[in-house]
Nanobody, 125 residues
Framework: QVHLMESGGGLVQAGGSLRLSCAASGDFMCISAMNWYRQAPEKERELVAAITEGGSTNYADSVKGRFTISRDSRDNAENTLYLQMNSLKPEDTAVYYC????????????????WGPGTQVTVSS
């Protein structure tokens, strides 16, 4: 079981910055990657950034060069996931969710993705 809790959202003007954090605790033996998703009103949830156990990162085209994902893995029971967001745009407005993705072998055993409750980011023009 993994518990996730996001923080750091808020209201910011276009061009500003925010840093989101996700406090993650539990058993990470089954977790292969940690991700940030977002969902804007009336839109589907989309993957924003991902980081694997080995530290490889991947970003949505819309945030490349502006957002940076990082992970602080103190031990196998606590992790902190970050999303540094710079040069924010009004179209970045959304609820941002932290996600822990299980390994394929664990998915086959029925373990599902873990999600935090989300944090609202609003960018004013």
């Amino acid at each position: 079981q993994v518990h996730l809790m996001e923080s750091g959202g808020g209201l910011v003007q276009a061009g500003g910055s925010l840093r989101l954090s996700c406090a993650a605790s539990g058993d990470f033996m089954c977790i292969s990657a940690m991700n940030w998703y977002r969902q804007a009103p009336e839109k589907e949830r989309e993957l924003v950034a991902a980081i694997t156990e080995g530290g490889s990162t991947n970003y949505a085209d819309s945030v490349k060069g502006r957002f940076t994902i990082s992970r602080d893995s103190r031990d196998n029971a606590e992790n902190t996931l970050y999303l540094q967001m710079n040069s924010l745009k009004p179209e970045d407005t959304a609820v941002y969710y932290c996600n822990a993705e299980p390994r394929q072998t664990c998915k086959l055993r029925g373990i599902l993705d873990y999600w935090g409750p989300g944090t609202q980011v609003t960018v004013s023009s």
